[in-house]
Every structure is written in C-alpha cells, then in structure tokens.
C-alpha cells in the first residue's frame, strides 16, 4: 500500500456499439482492453486490479465477469483481482469511482475499469427492466424504464411547460446529429426536430425519438497513480473529483419527478469540492446520460445550467449545440448509443478523451475541464466525474 | 435415455444467433405487512403503514419508515379514493407487457401520505389529446375493483375519474 495518490486516466477503448452479431460478450471485453491499454502503451500484465460491471440480466447470461475473465488476463496466472459492481444506469459510473477509490488510497497504481454489455441480445429491454421493480407491487403495472423516464416529462409538462415536447425534440435531434462525427455511435441518423415530433408515442409523453436505443458494448479504462503517471501515457486527464448520491426505491417518498432534487444536490456537493462557482466558465463540456430526450433539460437545470423549468432556453438559444458556448453529449450521448451497464463508464470515457483532446472528430476546442453524468435505478442514482487537463 | 433436442441457429448476415429463454421459477414472499396488505384488498379495503415516529402512513405499506429508519407500528385503513397526481399513457406494445393503451399514474389515497401506484381507467386513452380532456394532476379518482379477487394487487383494477371530473 503506498501513500494517497491523485489519479489520471491515461488509456481508453470504447468499442463500436449497436448490434454486435461479430463478437461473444469477452470478444467484447478484449476488444475494448486491448485499445485501452495500447492507447496507454502498457500490457495486461502492467494492470494490478480489474474493477468491472455490467447491468444482469440484459445479457441473458448471469454473472458475466465469469466468462469475461479471460479477456482481464485471468489466465495468465497473475492473480489479479477482478471486483464486480452493478447499480443500473450508474454501473458504469459505480465503476469509475471505483478504481478511482482503489488508485486514490495507494491501494493500487494501475487499475483498469471495464464494463461489457449486450443489451441487442434481449427480444424486449423492457421485460428485463420490468424484472428489477418490486415484483408484487409494481412489475404487473409492466413499469420499465421507459415509464420512468415518461413520469418525469408529464410531470415536466403539468409543472412548467406545455410545449415540453417541441423542446425534447431538440434535444432529440442535437445529440442524433452529434452522433454522425462519431464513427463508435450505434444510431447513425440526421433526425430533424421535426421527424422527432412526428415520431410514434412509445409512452405519453415521450416519443420513440426521445428514447435511446439497445446497444451492445465495451468501454475499458486505464486509470493510473501520480506515481505511475510519469512512467505511462502519452496523454493524461486527471480525475478531479468524483461523487455519487443515492434516493429511495419508492416513488411516494422521493421528490416530485419534474426536478432531479438529488442530482442538484449532488452537483452542489462536487462543485463546493471542485472550486465550481460557476458552471459555464468551468466546463468546456458534458456529457450527460440522457436516455430520454426530457432527461438533459431536468440536468440542464439541475446542474445548475438554469433556474428550475427554464432548461429549455439553452435549447432555444444553441448553448448546448456542438458549436455552442457549453457543448453537452459532443459524442452522439445516451440517445444515440446504450449499452446500459457501460453507458456511465463511456461518458467518463468521453469526459477524459477530450480533456486529453483526443475526441477525434467530435472533439470540442481547447477542453480543459469537462463534467460526466449518469443516473440509474428507479430515478434513484446519480454519479458525477469532473476531469481536468491538469492535476492541480 | 436423455433426449437431446437440437439447437437451431439462425444465420444473420453469414454469422450465427442462437435463440434463448428463460423459463425460472419463483415464490416472492410478500412478508408479513404486504400479506395483510393484500388479504385487505381481497375484502376491498386498502390498508397503509403508520410510522410511529413521523406518523406518515406509508403506501404501500413497508415494514420500516425510510425516513426516520423505525419499524412501522400499525397499519391503518385508507379511503380507495383519492387525488391523481401524475400520469403516463402507454402506446406502444412492449413484448411480455400489457396490451396497449393503457395508463399508469400516482394517486395519493386520502388518509395516507404517499401516493402509490397503479393504472388509471375509465377514460378514452386512444390518443393523447382525448386522454387530456379528463386526465390531470388535482382530479378525483376512485378505485374500480377486480370481480375476481385473489389477494394481490390486481384486486384493483384501476382507479377512474368520480362523476363530475369528466
């Protein structure tokens, strides 16, 4: 055990995501270790310890890590540790803060943090989501996530907005066309605003455009001690905090589902940590987990982006867009690509390669500092990750 | 002799998927405050938890307050009749589901404090637009209750707007 450490992230493999007939769920693993660690220019063997999620039972496979072991140099004969967590929507993020915990205390210098997810192999994602509601209360109502995310745009609507939709829309179309400068993207489609209101109703009031897809998908991450950092990478973005909040199961106890209470108070938390007084001067961009298009304007205003209700002006005023003063979800975000389980590991991920400018084609201008979102459970967790280009 | 049948894959652009099911069994222990809970609505009656800290009556009713972290002291009657407060419409077929449409909202039981859910009915939900001429936060709705009932949540059929809401 060594001292206290600051941590950098300084490899990251993100697959392609979509319907991944090419690969078995450790193809998968592999595929985004190896990336991971030739971008950090190291070897499995360099790793000390494998934190790693998924989202069961997605995949029809429980307990994936077992069959994935191999991909994480498990039969090397290393005597590794491969540690599992799974918080829904927030695995990704749960994973992340993780190993970050792990290589912060001097525990370990090398970690790697990994989530694999087949969500395209299920017939009906909502079947499976329908499996982790209470089962004698609330699974015959045939609650799943979609129904979660609807409850927070009516609520949304009857609170402040009306036209709520024609704003999801937006957001609908922003990310989608986000999603075209980045090859990894499952949906690959120039949705205007207007095919996104004309869209079928899955559940009132969202729309099929305002859902993301299912996607399958690997995101593997190298995170390093300060110790390590002068040794390995060629690019380093330091995690410089990273905080998670949990809420109750039952609807009749938490807030009001037009305002993400708990994400605000989350935020507040991580900002009086990061020195954040302001939000647009800190960050140069987000990336948000917006599995429903309602879901960025409820952050928007809970990131405090925007008094409560009016998180639609950002949409109106362009502030958000790719070219906009604060981009949010440059990558294509959660309505283009979800592999759940791994859905908050990529926007860390996306959060670290443009700090380290290496976003590629969906790289926002001279980022230095960047936020990265997810939530999970029954509107339950949230997790935020800020990185910096500096480790002060 | 074990009989093994043949697994069939079928070929999607030149490579292979294998279909699957699960087929596992269980038996969900209600525990005993959702027993009583459910052996109420099978008389038609719905019951909530009281906490004896806070004196919050919980819907449903759990064993313990999350609030104040004690274990809840009585369970008490609540009207089957209350306040809708928030409401989804689903429309689209999502497969192992109900067959659409049909609505789910929160509806806040007179007598007790948290709202719970279940589906809403009574109303022409086949487009929005028609569904918003009755349904909205702040209505009256009263439970409609199963001919048959078993002890379960489904002894409630749904909870429909009172005359005079529509």
């Known amino acids: 055990m060594s001292p206290p450490s600051k941590v950098a992230v300084v490899g990251v493999g993100i697959t392609k995501f979509g319907r991944r007939l090419d690969a078995t769920h450790p193809d998968l693993a592999w595929e985004a270790t190896k990336r991971a660690l030739e971008t950090a220019g190291i070897w ?34 290393s005597g590794k540790p491969i540690i599992k967590v799974t918080t829904g929507g927030t695995t990704g993020m749960s994973i992340a803060l993780l190993a970050h915990a792990l290589v912060a205390s001097g525990k370990y ?5 990994t989530g694999v997810q087949k969500v395209s192999e299920n017939i009906e994602a909502q079947q499976v989501l329908n499996t982790a509601v209470d089962p004698l209360t609330d699974r015959p109502l045939g609650i799943g996530a979609i129904a979660v995310g609807a409850m927070q745009a009516s609520a949304y609507y009857f609170k402040y907005n009306r036209r709520i939709e024609e704003y999801m829309a937006l957001v609908a179309s922003k990310n989608r066309i986000n999603a075209l400068r980045n090859p990894v993207s499952h949906l690959q489609i ?3 605003p207007e095919e996104a209101l004309m869209s079928p109703y899955l559940i009132w009031p969202v729309k099929l455009a305002d859902s993301c897809p299912s996607s399958d998908g690997a995101v593997s991450v190298v995170m390093v001690s300060d110790r390590a950092a002068k040794r390995i990478g060629n690019a380093h973005a330091w995690v410089k905090a990273v905080d998670y909040i949990a809420d109750t199961y039952w609807f009749g106890t938490k807030s009001d589902p037009a305002d993400w209470t708990n994400l605000a108070l989350l935020a507040r938390r991580i900002y009086r940590k990061a020195g954040v007084r302001d939000p647009y001067r800190f960050f140069d961009v987000m990336e948000l987990y917006d599995a429903f298009s309602i879901q960025e304007i409820l952050e928007y205003e809970a990131l405090n982006l925007a008094p409560p209700g009016q998180g639609t002006r950002l949409l109106e005023e362009g502030v958000t867009e790719f070219h906009g003063q604060l ?3 440059p990558s294509g975000g959660v309505l283009s690509s979800n592999p759940v389980g ?17 976003a590629g084609e969906h790289q926002v201008k001279g980022v230095q500092r960047a936020l990265a979102h997810a939530w999970g459970g029954a509107l339950q967790f949230h997790a935020l990750a800020i990185l910096s280009s500096s480790p002060e | 002799m074990s009989v093994i049948q043949p697994l069939r894959p079928k070929e999607v652009s030149g490579l292979f998927v294998f279909p699957g099911k699960w087929e596992i069994e269980y038996e969900y222990a209600a525990g005993r405050v959702l027993t009583e809970f459910f052996k109420k609505l099978k008389e038609g009656k719905i019951v909530g938890s009281r906490c004896p800290s806070c004196k919050r009556v919980l819907m449903p009713p759990r064993a313990f307050c999350e609030r104040c972290m004690v274990e809840t002291s009585e369970l008490v009657e609540v009207k089957d009749e209350g306040v809708l407060l928030n409401f989804i419409i689903v429309y689209r077929k999502f497969y192992g589901l109900p067959d659409p449409p049909y609505a789910i909202g929160l509806v806040k ?6 709202p719970m859910l279940h589906f809403i009915g009574g109303v022409d939900l086949s487009t929005p637009e028609r569904a918003l001429q009755v349904l909205r936060p702040g209505i009256r709705v009263k439970a409609v209750w199963s001919e048959t009932r078993t002890g379960a949540i489904t002894d409630i059929k749904y909870f429909a707007p009172v005359a005079g809401e529509k």
């Open chain 1, 44 to 77: 499995i063997d360099d790793v000390d310890a494998v934190v790693y999620g998924t989202m069961d039972p997605f995949d029809g496979v429980a307990a994936p890590e077992r069959w994935d072991s191999a991909a994480y140099g498990a039969g090397r004969g």
């Open chain 1, 109 to 113: 210098d090398v970690v790697l943090a």
């Open chain 1, 190 to 192: 120039r949705l205007t």
């Open chain 1, 327 to 329: 981009p949010v979800s």
């Open chain 1, 342 to 358: 791994v859905t908050g590991l990529w926007r860390f991920a996306e959060a670290a390669l443009q700090v380290m400018g290496r």
């Open chain 2, 109 to 114: 039981l007179d007598g007790a404090d948290e």
